[in-house]
């Protein structure tokens, strides 16, 4: 059946490919990022594929764009049972010199964007008796140097994703989270790139430190979030699917 999905953060990386990959299984997509002209690829790529999806705006840190952003995904393509909260942004930086902005960024864009968009978008898959939330946490959940932000954002995505699958599971609604480890995106290669490391370098040395010897792609996250959205995982929910390649990577 299709049905309406929602994906932030979707203009590229594991978004993009979270998004391609829910067209495919036959969803109507909106897509969803801070620049609404950065979208046009991916919708491209979707509408190339025969699939039909929508470039959005939104901030998802700002409620009133939040709130229409959700009221335009409603009007133009049906009330959104599919949710997929990826929007995020990275403020690295050591304890002692990590920022109070550094931290409210990181904070607003991946904690409160997440619980903004599942509050607009729960009213609809009320009505509906169905919906589907992921949560895009990290390994860094974990705890890891240098993102004390970060890692407290993505460990606060689980609890968010549990919380709900149990005030939501009432209604026909799943919450779940995956939490990738390194994955070759933009936002990794920035990260290679600030330590002042190549990137191919980079992803050779860090393949060598996960069980099955290679890094992951954006379609490896994909592949956890068509399932985490399908109608047959509705048995499935308030779990955290690692997916890094080993237990912990």
Known sequence: MSRVAIVTGAARGIGAAVAQRLAQDGNAVAVVDLDEAACSGTVQAITDAGGKAIAVGADVSKSDQVAAA??????????????????????????????????????????KGSFLMSKACQAHMVEAGYGRMVFLSSTS???????????????????????????????????????????????????AARVGVDFEEFKKATAATIPVQRTGKPED?????????????????????????????
Request: hydrophobic fraction near 50%; glycine fraction near 10%; aromatic fraction near 8%.
């Open 70 to 111: 959700v009221e335009r995904v409603a009007a133009e393509l049906g009330a959104p049972t599919i949710l997929v909260n990826n929007a995020g942004v990275l403020r690295d930086n050591l304890l002692f010199k990590m920022s109070e902005d550094d931290w409210d960024t990181v904070m607003s864009v991946h904690l």
């Open 141 to 191: 959940a974990l705890g890891n140097r240098g993102q004390a932000n970060y890692a407290s954002a993505k460990a606060g995505l689980q609890g968010l994703a549990k919380t709900l699958a149990i005030e939501l599971g009432k209604f026909g609604i799943t919450a779940n989270a995956i939490a990738p480890g390194f994955i070759e995106t933009d936002m990794t290669a920035a990260t």
């Open 221 to 249: 996250i994909a592949a956890a979030a068509s399932f985490f959205c399908s109608e047959e995982a509705g048995f499935v929910s308030g779990q955290v699917l690692y997916v890094a390649g080993g237990p912990r990577n």
